[in-house]
């Protein structure tokens, strides 16, 4: 996989690097926190953050998808740049309508790149996987825009993860495309 741009990086952590006292949303503490509204809302690192996670997708994935949420931002800007169709996984079915849990785009044989902005747990993101693996379709990798140590639960479950930026908590703020921290 490429090299991520340490420019990139090094602006998503400047714009969205908050100090204080934070509950995440594993309902562990830290004295950091990375608020992913305040890169996925500006339009100059939400392109570059496409383009950067746009080169994660693998080769012969035909879809994206993302958590209901925050990563569905970057997954419209990804699919922008890969012309590639996507498909949201809600939390639950729908309660009217079609009662779907996946909506969009991801038809039964799809190979799929899931998307998400920051993960800690890799919970979320990992419920989406598994909804759109009981619709009939294949997970081709998991790619994280922020990896703050979901990777490690995601790969322990079997996926391939790739992420933009490794943020750990315990250690320096790094960059890579494995998801491994630096």
Same mark, same amino acid.
């Given at each position: ?13 400047? +714009? ?7 509950? $995440? !949303? !594993?309902? @562990? ?8 509204? $305040? ?5 100059? $690192? ?9 080169? $994660? +997708?693998? =080769? ?7 958590p209901e949420g925050a990563a569905m931002l970057l997954v419209a800007a990804v699919s922008l740049e890969t012309g590639l169709p996507v498909a949201v996984v809600r939390k639950g079915p729908k309660a009217y309508g079609t009662m779907s849990q996946v909506e969009g785009? &991801?038809?039964?044989? @799809?190979?799929?790149?899931?998307? =998400?902005?920051? !993960?800690?747990?890799? *919970?979320?993101?990992?419920? &989406?996987?598994?909804?759109? @693996?009981?619709?009939? +379709? ?6 994280? &825009? ?6 490690? *639960? ?9 992420? +933009? ?5 315990? =250690? ?8 491994? @921290?630096?």
């Amino acid at each position: 996989m490429p090299a991520m741009s340490d420019d990139v990086v090094a602006r998503l952590v400047e +714009v969205s690097e908050l100090h204080g006292d934070f509950v $995440l !949303s !594993s309902g @562990a503490r830290s004295t950091v926190y990375f608020d992913k509204f $305040l890169f996925l809302t500006r339009p100059d $690192l939400l392109s570059e953050l496409a383009h950067e996670v746009a080169t $994660l +997708v693998p =080769e012969g994935a035909d879809h994206l998808a993302a958590p209901e949420g925050a990563a569905m931002l970057l997954v419209a800007a990804v699919s922008l740049e890969t012309g590639l169709p996507v498909a949201v996984v809600r939390k639950g079915p729908k309660a009217y309508g079609t009662m779907s849990q996946v909506e969009g785009h &991801a038809p039964e044989g @799809a190979r799929v790149c899931l998307i =998400e902005d920051v !993960s800690t747990t890799g *919970h979320q993101v990992r419920r &989406a996987a598994e909804v759109l @693996a009981a619709a009939g +379709v294949s997970i081709e990798r998991i790619v994280l &825009a922020i990896d703050r140590g979901g990777a490690d *639960h995601l790969r322990e479950a079997g996926y391939d993860v790739a992420a +933009v930026a490794v943020l750990r908590p315990e =250690e320096p703020s790094t960059s890579g495309s494995d998801g491994a @921290a630096g």
